[in-house]
């Protein structure tokens, strides 16, 4: 019990500085924007129903997120390659979506195709044969009838959002034969090795996986009589020198999405893409401070929505001291790490925000009967 001074003529009982915690919900769908100033969902803000005031903490309390989220998309950069044969260069672009991998594969060996015999003006043409290794998860190039190069080392053009990141100049997913595990260069296909299962033994023999062979031969997938070109993916993987050897396959897409709200961020980052860590001169090694409020798991279930809330796998809470003196507009963000801003093709989502607000009160005792009969 606080003591005062009971000699004077007037004394003074002082103040106890108690507050109740109150706690306010804000429901935010992603179509409450104005769309005409936030044409873009990943990035929009809205105006509260009241200002808020004296905010001691805020977070993230859940979200619903459509789980269909394109992986490959032209606000990505990730939707066209490059090949050369005889005739010349031949650029093609996929459809943006979301492919299992011998989906890919199919769609990549039609687009070349198609666009091969479009472009040179032949009636036909359908050498060019795309594989999935589904043991080495390694994505393979192919042609019946001719020579090659895959042109992975020139930067190709995109027309999208300015306000997307440009990714070619990052070491990964820079572009779409990143996705299919290449680097940053050209390769050159050669005749396949040969079949030592057959007599001919000859390169330019047909060529297929051997765990789909059980005697070597019937389910090859470049199957000419001897002019079968191949990037050989074991070639450049067995070159210890060579640093530009094939990576895995990585078509699953992001595991987080991060959300930014405008002045109250209060996670930091590691900056990605980091080249010269260990440098004197231009050390690019480097992290963000308070760049983002959340960060949000994504799982991939196609053509469903995720649900998220603070009690599954969200964790993250805000403090303020002093608190916030009033909050009347927030402003969101949603990217990836490496700062792309996520492409949700015009589907809606929606989240809850919770805020805890310290009101002042007098302290009373007050005692309160609960009946039996109720379950409180």
């Not at 606080?2 to 108690?18: H, K, Y």
């Not at 109740?20 to 005409?36: A, E, P």
């Not at 599954?312 to 608190?323: L, Q």
Request: aromatic share 14%; glycine share 4%.
């Amino acid at each position: 019990m606080s003591q005062f001074n009971v000699q004077q003529r007037r004394p003074l009982i002082p103040r106890e500085q108690t507050y109740v915690l109150d706690r306010k919900l804000v429901s935010i769908h992603s179509y409450d924007r104005d769309v005409k100033k936030w044409p873009n969902s990943n990035h929009f803000a809205i105006e509260l129903p009241e200002d808020l005031r004296n905010i001691q903490s805020m977070r993230l309390l859940n979200i619903q997120l459509p789980s269909n989220q394109y992986i490959f998309s032209n606000e990505y950069q990730n939707t066209k390659l490059k090949v050369t044969i005889s005739a010349g260069d031949v650029e093609i672009t996929i459809d943006e979506g979301s492919y299992s991998p011998t989906q890919l594969a199919t769609e990549i060996q039609t687009k070349l195709n198609k666009t091969i015999a479009s472009t040179f003006g032949l009636p036909t043409y359908n050498n060019f044969r795309c594989e999935y290794n589904s043991v080495s998860n390694t994505f393979w190039f192919g042609n019946l009838a001719e020579s090659f190069t895959l042109k992975f080392g020139e930067k190709l053009e995109y027309k999208f959002d300015c306000t997307q990141q440009l990714v070619w100049n990052n070491y990964k997913r820079w572009g779409l034969p990143a996705y299919l595990g290449y680097k940053k260069r050209d390769y050159e296909a050669t005749l396949t090795p040969p079949n030592v299962y057959f007599a001919t033994d000859t390169a330019g023999d047909p060529f297929g996986f051997d765990y789909e062979m059980e005697d070597g031969s019937g389910n090859e997938w470049l199957i000419s009589a001897s002019n079968n070109h191949i990037v050989n993916l074991n070639t450049y993987n067995s070159n210890p020198v060579d640093p530009s050897g094939i990576c895995n396959l990585d078509i699953m897409g992001e595991d987080y999405i991060y959300m930014e709200l405008e002045k109250w961020n209060s996670m930091d980052e590691i900056e990605p893409y980091s080249e010269r860590s260990n440098a004197c001169n231009s050390n690019d090694y480097a992290g963000k401070v308070k760049c983002a409020f959340a960060k949000i798991p994504v799982q991939c279930t196609p053509y469903s929505q995720v649900f998220d809330s603070t009690r599954a796998y969200i964790a993250n809470i805000s403090h303020y001291n002093p608190p916030l003196e009033r909050i009347k507009k927030l402003q969101f963000k949603f990217r990836y790490h490496d700062g792309r801003l996520v492409d949700f093709k015009c589907l809606p989502f929606s989240f809850t925000m919770e805020f805890n607000m310290l009101r002042d009160e007098q302290l009373r005792a007050m005692v309160v009967r609960v009946p039996e009969l109720y379950c409180l």
